[in-house]
């Protein structure tokens, strides 16, 4: 995968917490730590999407 991470700090430390947390148990849902991510790091709809989207376009 590129070095290549969303723009903005909560968008950035939600990537960072998702990836912790699929180390921590690979059978967790991607799209549920995503969701669980967005309402942790209060991302507001704009910042909610593109973060879906770099996991689509990621993964």
């Not at 690979?26 to 770099?54: G, T």
């Amino acid at each position: 995968m590129p070095d290549v991470l969303p723009k903005g700090e909560k968008s950035r430390r939600a990537v960072q917490w998702i990836s912790a947390n699929l180390q921590n148990d690979s059978e967790r849902s991607l799209w549920k730590l995503v969701q669980e991510a967005i309402n942790r790091f209060d991302l507001n709809p704009m910042e909610a999407e593109m973060l879906m989207q770099f996991y689509r376009e990621n993964n």
